[in-house]
């Protein structure tokens, strides 16, 4: 009789005897699944997730930071060249760098997708990751939906399970899981390896400050590329044998950046709840805690005949939930804080029309009147409304003129929200607004034609090519 002992016993046996039953789970789960599985409502939405990340990402592309970038790795030079994309630009680079650059550039206009139950972005981790991926192979198209929705998934569900820690941006945490995931499906990963995988992504997360944010550094920006870039590393390292800890979700979504792991809901509903199908987009070119207040303050606008003029403006109050209270600086240094202000966003929204891109640009910084109108704006946290976290995000805004007119208008939660979805027309039209003046309106479309039609491609070819044109074709 041979007596096996540990000693003997590869490591990797070792840690798959430790997973948590959810992870198992997982594994057989992302194994098993087939485009075919997914329900009609969560192919549409996945598709609509791809068109949106394709916009905001060429978008993000045309900034000055991301061609400063841009240049810097092209001027470095590779052999052979690589394959993958730079989203918008005819420039291609090595699968893992263009993943980063693509996640970077997707998240410069602050007009990514989201998820409110997971308090973050995974689509703008995944999509990235899932594009380079997939760049030159003949990866079907069924594939590729599939590898974004699974990706989504997991990274939201841990977003759902954790509660990270209030100093923490959730910006290049559990979005590395979900890249990762995606990418081991699309390397044909059985059950075993997708659990290690996870594992392994678990401790490539970045310890994000959330003062990044606030105070405008845009490194920030930066976080969801290197989670795209991480995920695709973390299969390369379970595909060539290395191992994570046993239950690495739970150590550090449990002990380390987070208070605590509910395991629980990792497979709650697995299979039948689709995170991807209650996401949320944006039109408001900002963070999404002033999203409440813009919504309320158009309501206003309305009443009032369609304009107010900023000069006639004696004061603006916003009561509204905790997170967003924090945006209350009216004095932002860049376009990112801007984003990032409710007294800016209110003011510049006035002014503009609308929180546009081009609101929150350097011209409309430097424009005194948007900055004085701003500083007439006063918010506050209401307990009662934060209460309503996490399923509503409810404001209240109160506008007072000079001659005592006053306008209020309350909402509960933001337009594009799961309770108040935007429609996919809507979505459609954002992307033609973002993409049409990169690529003109003819090439645009035929991006959203082979976007549609990705679940009975052979191969997602046609979409990579024209996503490497650069400007109108």
């Known amino acids: 009789m041979t007596i096996i002992t540990p000693d003997v016993i590869p490591a990797s046996v070792l840690l798959a005897q430790g997973r948590p039953d959810w992870l198992r789970q997982w594994g057989a789960f992302a194994a098993e699944l087939q485009c075919a599985d997914l329900p009609a409502d969560v192919i549409a ?3 609509l997730v791809l068109l949106d990340s394709i916009g905001v990402i060429a978008a993000g592309m045309r900034e000055p930071e991301m061609r400063a970038l841009l240049d810097r790795q092209a001027s470095r030079g590779e052999s052979p060249p690589g394959v993958a994309p730079a989203i918008g630009t005819s420039r291609r680079f090595a699968v893992p760098l263009a993943a980063f650059i693509n996640g970077t550039a997707g998240t410069m206009l602050e007009l ?3 998820n409110q139950y997971a308090r973050g972005h995974p689509g703008i981790h995944v999509v990235p990751a899932v594009l380079a991926a997939t760049a030159g192979t003949r990866t079907s198209g ?21 509660k990270l820690r209030v100093t923490m941006h959730p910006h290049g945490t559990w979005g590395t899981i979900g890249a990762a995931l995606a990418a081991a499906r699309l ?17 490539l997360g ?32 379970a595909a060539a044998g290395f191992v994570g800890e046993a239950d690495g979700v739970g150590t550090v979504y449990g002990t380390v950046i987070a208070e605590h792991f509910r395991p629980q809901e990792m497979v709650a509903e697995l299979g039948t709840r689709w995170e991807i199908a209650r996401n949320y ?64 966003a209110i003011a510049t929204t ?16 430097r424009d005194e009147v948007v900055r004085a109108l701003a500083r007439r704006v006063t918010v506050r946290e209401d307990p009662a409304l934060t209460a309503r976290l996490p399923g509503l995000r409810p404001a209240r805004v109160r506008v007072t003129l000079h001659d005592g007119t006053a306008f209020a208008a309350e909402v509960l939660t933001n337009r594009g929200d799961t309770e108040d979805p935007y429609t996919s027309a809507e979505v459609l039209a954002k992307f033609h607004e973002l993409a049409d003046p990169i690529w003109g309106e003819a090439h645009a479309s035929r991006i959203v034609d082979a976007v549609a039609g990705l679940d009975s491609a052979a191969d997602g070819w046609a979409l990579h090519r024209l996503l490497s044109a650069d400007g109108a074709t």
Not at 145 to 159: D, H, S
Not at 192 to 200: D, F, G, K, P
Not at 305 to 316: E, H, L, Q, T
């Open 281 to 344: 987009f944006k039109r408001h070119a900002a963070c999404r805690y002033t999203h409440g207040a813009l919504d309320a303050l158009a309501q206003i606008v309305d009443r009032a005949g369609g304009r107010i003029g900023p000069a006639s403006v004696a004061a603006i109050e916003v009561d509204t939930y905790v997170w967003a209270a924090q945006l209350d600086s009216s004095e932002p240094r860049n376009m990112l804080a801007a984003k990032f202000s409710l007294p800016f």
């Open 112 to 114: 990514d997708e989201g």
């Open 206 to 237: 970045l310890t994000t400050s959330r003062r990044t944010m606030l105070e405008g550094g845009t490194v920030r920006n930066s976080y969801a590329g290197f989670s795209s870039q991480l995920g695709l590393m973390a299969w390369d390292l």
């Open 350 to 365: 006035l002014m503009n029309g609308a929180a546009t891109v081009p609101a929150f640009r350097d011209a409309a910084l």
């Open 187 to 203: 390397g044909g990963a059985d059950a075993t390896q997708l659990a290690e995988t996870i594992s392994i992504a678990s401790s």
């Open 142 to 162: 069924e594939e590729l939906l599939l590898a974004i929705a699974l990706g989504y998934e997991i990274g939201a569900r841990v977003g759902i399970a954790a």
């Open 45 to 47: 939405r996945t598709k």
